[in-house]
């Protein structure tokens, strides 16, 4: 029996039209896996007319995105309560083993290997054959093929409001830079790493900025000031970003973040997570590897940090802070075989 799997790629492959691949074949847990070259999927994209011409060597290529695996053995687990077989880590290491391979070859940095920890922010399929590639025939206590339809969007809502705002701002307004930075670390995820890098950065450059910005305004004199913050570049004697916002905070405002217990242990964590990341190549806090919501959470309590440091601040050293409440809704229609194929 086969169970033939079908990946929809987050990134395109550019092949050449008509050239002819080896299948590559590996046995793994009692299954016999074979892997075929990427083709296309039936994802909607832009219209032909829009598309220049692609070549490889000279020849016409097209983009594929859609990966074929499949598995064969005997007979599978079709019972309607069992959620996979193959099991998931098999699929899983069929797929990304390939992936990871084909990025390194290849030198290709957009090709990411698919995050496998939640199956369902995947979009597959399985269908169930004869070892002949025919269908099986239907049997109400048993499934002959299995899926999910994953998709994802964002949307910037620009209400009447939003609009006035932008143009309450100068033309040539520059937005403080640790908001583009944490702008970003929210657009990097679901990467982990360079997520949490980002909103890491973000709160370093935040509160160098504003201390500075407290101290020129201060009776501390700058020769001094220099010196405490600087240390004409000996990185080990300078304050540490945690002495920046508790004990220097506290002396310049009266406030330390560490009397807001919460968002204290949200920087700390970010501050764990980013040194894993970048001295070990893994996010990790207190040993467990960080996911994508954890580090969501943590980019959200960095904006909220910033926050709560601009209410202690002297209202002339305020940057423009907008807040907008926008109720947005999004429907999709799912046809009735692709509400099939989610069963």
């Known amino acids: 029996m086969l169970a033939r799997l079908f990946v929809l790629l987050p990134f395109s492959l550019t092949i050449p039209e008509g050239e002819q691949f080896p299948v590559y074949e590996y046995a793994d847990e009692g299954y016999h896996v074979r892997i075929f070259p990427p083709g296309r999927s039936d994802r909607p994209g832009p219209p032909p007319d829009e598309v220049d011409q692609i070549l490889i060597d000279g020849v016409p290529a097209f983009q594929a995105d859609a990966l074929r695996i499949d598995f064969h053995k005997e007979s599978f687990d079709r019972s309607k309560e069992r959620n996979f077989d193959p099991p998931l880590e098999v699929v899983r290491r069929a797929v990304n083993s390939f ?6 070859v290849a030198h290709a940095g957009h090709v990411r290997a698919l995050d496998f920890r939640d199956f369902r922010t995947v979009t597959w399929r399985i269908r169930y054959l004869n070892d002949d590639e025919s269908e099986l025939e239907p049997d109400e206590k048993l499934v002959r093929g299995r899926g999910v339809l994953h998709w994802s969007f964002g949307w910037t809502a ?5 609009w006035e705002d932008v143009h309450t701002l100068p033309l040539d307004y520059e937005p403080p830079p640790w908001e583009e930075l944490l702008l970003d670390a929210q657009s990097d995820l679901p990467r982990v790493g360079p997520a949490v890098v980002l909103a890491a950065t973000a709160l370093e450059v935040f509160i160098a900025h504003v201390l500075d910005d407290l101290a020129a305004r201060s009776s501390v004199p700058a020769p001094l000031w220099n010196w405490i913050s600087t240390r004409d570049g000996a990185y080990s004697r300078e304050p540490t970003v945690e ?29 764990t997570a980013r040194n894993t990341f970048v ?18 959470h943590l980019i959200v309590s960095a904006s909220e940090v910033v926050a709560k440091v601009r209410e ?3 209202p002339e050293v305020h940057w423009p802070v907008f807040k907008h409440e926008i109720n947005v809704q999004i429907f999709k229609k799912l046809t009735r075989d692709q509400d099939e194929e989610r069963r």
Do not use: C
Request: proline residues 3%; without cysteine; charged residues 25%.
């Open 279 to 296: 001295h070990k190549g893994i996010a990790k806090i207190g040993g467990v590897q960080v996911s994508p919501e954890t580090a969501n």
């Open 243 to 271: 002495e920046q916002y508790d004990r220097l905070l506290m002396f310049f405002t009266g406030h330390s973040l560490k009397t807001e217990a919460r968002l204290w242990e949200s920087f700390m964590n970010l501050k």
């Open 312 to 314: 202690w601040l002297p």
């Open 158 to 162: 620009l209400t009447k409001q939003v």
């Open 99 to 104: 992936i990871v391979r084909l990025r390194h």
